[in-house]
């Protein structure tokens, strides 16, 4: 059944409600899946923009930083023991 939503200006209604559909036809774990996924590629793209602003950051350092970007300031520096703002944010 396709359900007619009001997605906004970008997406149609009817395809919006496809999108729905499969949705709900997935699995728990495929759900976990997809957003394991996305995750991984919001990861993934922190650390492309956290090299090119430190280029000479070596892996290590560049885990620190996106952590931090998700983390806070705070949490990192309680969790962690990583200051980013002394490290230069």
Known sequence: ???VVDSGADTSRVVM???EDRW????ARDKLGVVAD???A???LSASGVRRRYPEACDD????RVVALRLGRELMVA??????VVEGW
């Open 38 to 40: 996305l995750n991984r």
């Open 17 to 19: 409600g496809l999108v």
């Open 24 to 27: 709900r036809s997935m699995s």
């Open 42 to 44: 919001c990861d993934q």
């Open 61 to 64: 350092e560049v885990h620190r």
């Open 79 to 84: 969790v962690y023991g990583w200051d980013p």
């Open 1 to 3: 059944m396709v359900q």
